[in-house]
């Protein structure tokens, strides 16, 4: 198993917190990169270098790019973990495993479970024949939703974690253009709305009763 992740060029101090927090696990990092992001090369070796999804407003890889040919764990780059060891994320046949993080202000004592947001995610080289959509790309908004949602049509069993994976809090960085295209897409593919699959993945995760959120920064 190794840890899968794309960096990026902003909140470089909570990426490589997070960083730190995985490497405690003694297993592969590996970071899918667009071609001429070294900035990457300060947090890891092992980068596979991509072609950039052209179809959002910042450079990303897309999602078939990250794919390896054994079992990962795909996780965004500012998500920190907690946990002691990684033997509840080893594959299990028809499974899908998902991360829920925990936002917290740095110095500060509120903490709040996302009620929206999934953070990390099992991969097993048999899930590439659902997940073949390349306009998806790790981090841009909504992929989270379709990743599982897809996975769960298909049939996966869907298991989540919501203790131990902390995230700092920061304001959204993606445009409105891009959550608008994210919507559309998923709206096409799944004929549900963006909202009616948020409120079905809360439900599966159990996090229906949490009160509506505004962003903590």
């Not at 490497?23 to 592969?28: F, V």
């Not at 509840?88 to 499974?95: I, L, S, T």
Request: glycine share 4%.
């Amino acid at each position: 198993m190794k840890i899968i992740t794309s960096f990026s060029p902003t909140r470089i101090d909570a990426q490589k917190r997070a960083l730190e927090t995985w490497k405690k696990y003694n297993i592969p990092i590996q970071a899918v990169q667009c071609m001429g992001e070294n900035y990457a090369l300060q947090f890891v070796s092992d980068i596979i270098w991509v072609q950039p999804n052209i179809h959002w407003s910042k450079r990303t890889p897309s999602i078939v790019d990250m794919f390896p040919d054994e079992p990962a764990i795909i996780i965004n780059s500012d998500i920190e973990m907690e946990e002691s060891d990684l033997s509840r994320w080893e594959y299990k046949p028809n499974e899908l495993k998902i991360g829920l993080r925990t936002d917290y202000i740095p110095n500060e004592p509120t903490v709040q479970l996302n009620k929206y947001g999934i953070d990390i995610f099992s991969f097993h080289p048999e899930m590439k024949e659902v997940l073949r959509n390349p306009l998806w790309a790790l981090g841009i908004p909504g992929w989270d939703y379709w990743y599982v949602y897809k996975l769960y049509c298909a049939g996966y069993m869907v298991k989540f974690y919501n203790d131990q994976i902390m995230h700092e809090a920061h304001k959204e960085q993606w445009l409105m253009h891009d959550h608008v295209r994210c919507c559309k897409l998923l709206e096409w593919e799944f004929g549900l709305t963006a909202s009616e699959i948020s409120q079905q993945l809360q439900e599966i995760t159990h996090r229906s009763n949490i009160p509506r959120q505004r962003p903590m920064a």
